[in-house]
């Protein structure tokens, strides 16, 4: 769907032209031209974003044409130049681009204390006021611990086409919005609801979009600590887990096991790899007697109380972390810890505020911990990158939102690996070749590699995939698309159907 980039076409294998929309302003008066992109693109390499893994320069041609110059061929890499990085204003940060564009002629690389004590300015960056290219921009007065409103901005190269004249965003995790849902004061919400809250809302007789997510929680573990660096240990838990009533518990239909068990969605497995690799993957079916016996084989024994102790004496007593304000992922932490101690390992449960958990994690301040794996992006190889990157950065040195640092250790999990099923082989430096190129055999070819390792090795464990359970009441909005329709596809995270039915001005407001 076009929005600030009018086309786009390859001028050959390594440089990708975008043609802007033109005529479009910025909300501040300035108009946008293709400074902005290459200026958004400089600090995206400040912040070492993944996609300076497939650039090697952002060039503007003229005031309303970018090339993009990569380091090789690359069919991921217009998603991540035309949808991942989202386009910032040059009277905001240009000064920043600029500063950046000088460290990289000087030859310096994020490695440097220049670069890093750049990084850190930037991050300190508070600008005095949000300038949008958009249809909408938030009202800072508005602001308060529980919402804001988006007014229409009337300059906006959009706002003849969108059909709301204001917007009114609720702050708040699930506890917080379930209310709202109810009185039917929130037209749609994408918190993960659980069952019997779900059931409420279809008595009420709300319509329930149900796109698929293309990710969900997985167990991650901190690799520092014995056992859990000991793949048969990754396994057992595996097969100790009945993740369909984990699934079911958390979500009810909206929380499917998976059957490839390999980082990605079930959903496009049949497109990315082959027949062979597929047949290969292990669905970890739970199997109390298989578990069993892998811990015997390494050494493991049951204390009287039926409580496993590990081959140098250590019982497996453990705490688990979850967002507490994720309804599902608190619900599906709650049951695996229940499941895990009732095999032998004692875990329990602490709930955690939703923005200190990932900091920890990122921190390695945890044992065990629920997090995301995969990605609603097309290819696998951003899940991989979300997977093996996202809570493991100083393994890959690349940033990422949620990342934080690219010191911070993560689950530090070691991405050169020795398996039994793929030999000895560099995950990240496989996922980059997942990503590049033009030939889709060869890049099924390395997705296979990593799927296999990946089901093989498991760095976390994937609970099951989430499907939304997203209300839509619709008391202030109308126009939504039927069900069935192929834009409910779309994740409705990655791929926003709301936004694009607003951008369109398919949605307007209730007559």
């Known amino acids: 769907m076009p929005v600030a980039g009018e086309s786009w076409e390859w001028v050959d294998d390594v440089t990708l032209r975008v043609n ?70 040059s009277s905001v940060y240009g000064d920043f681009a600029q500063r950046t564009r000088d460290l990289v002629e000087a030859g310096m690389t994020n490695e440097d204390d220049e670069w890093k004590q750049l990084l850190q300015e930037f991050n300190e960056l508070r600008p005095d006021e949000m300038v949008v290219l958009g249809p909408y921009a938030i009202d800072p007065a508005s602001i308060t611990e529980s919402q ?30 379930t209310p709202l849902v109810l009185s039917g004061d929130v037209d749609y919400a994408t918190h993960g609801f659980p069952p019997a809250t779900e059931r409420e809302f279809m008595s009420l007789g709300y319509r329930i979009i149900r796109a698929p997510i293309y990710s969900g929680p997985a167990l991650y573990f901190n690799h520092t600590i014995y056992p859990f660096n000991v793949r048969e240990v990754r396994q057992a838990l595996a097969y100790a887990i009945n993740f369909e009533e984990n699934a079911y518990i958390s979500l009810a239909e909206s929380g499917v096991a998976q059957e490839c068990m390999c980082g990605f969605s079930d959903n496009i497995t049949p497109l990315w790899l082959s027949d062979d690799a597929r047949a290969s993957l292990d669905p970890y079916t739970q199997d109390l007697e298989k578990a069993e016996q892998m811990l015997l084989d390494i050494g493991f024994t049951r204390a009287d109380d039926g409580v496993w102790v590990d081959d140098t004496g250590a019982r497996m007593e453990w705490e688990l972390t979850a967002p507490a304000e994720y309804a599902d992922w608190s619900a599906a932490a709650e049951n695996v810890a229940e499941q895990l101690t009732a095999f032998g390992f004692q875990t329990s449960f602490r709930g955690v505020n939703f923005q200190q958990h990932p900091i920890d994690v990122n921190e390695g301040k945890f044992q065990l911990a629920i997090r995301g794996w995969g990605a609603g992006n097309p290819h696998p190889s951003f899940s991989y990158e979300n997977d093996f990157s996202t809570h493991n950065a100083a393994a890959t040195g690349v940033g990422a939102s949620g990342a934080g640092s690219i010191e911070l250790p993560g689950m530090s999990f070691d991405l ?46 994937p609970l099951w995939e989430r499907y939304g359970n997203n209300p839509v009441p619709s008391r202030f909005a109308s126009g939504w698309l039927p069900e069935g329709d192929p834009i409910y596809v779309n994740s409705p995270y990655a791929d926003s159907f709301v936004v694009i039915q607003i951008l369109t001005g398919q949605l307007g407001p209730a007559e």
């Open 20 to 89: 802007l929309i033109q005529e479009a302003q910025w909300s501040d008066g300035s108009a946008f031209t293709s400074q902005d992109v290459v200026d958004t693109f400089s600090i995206s390499r400040l912040l070492s974003q993944t996609v300076w893994r497939f650039l090697d320069d952002v060039q503007a041609v003229d005031d309303h044409t970018v090339d993009f110059l990569l380091s090789g061929p690359s069919t991921t890499v217009p998603r991540r130049v035309l949808r991942e990085v989202h386009i910032t204003a």
């Open 148 to 177: 804001m409103i988006l007014n229409k901005v009337e300059t906006s190269y959009w706002a003849d086409t969108v059909r709301f004249e204001r917007m009114v965003n609720y702050n708040g995790e699930t506890p917080v919005v």
């Open 416 to 461: 050169n690996v020795s398996t039994s099923s793929v030999g000895d082989v560099d995950l990240w430096a496989l996922t980059k070749e997942a990503g590049s190129g033009g030939d889709a055999a060869m890049q099924i070819a390395a997705l296979d590699k990593i799927a296999m390792a990946y089901n093989e090795l498991l760095p976390q464990i």
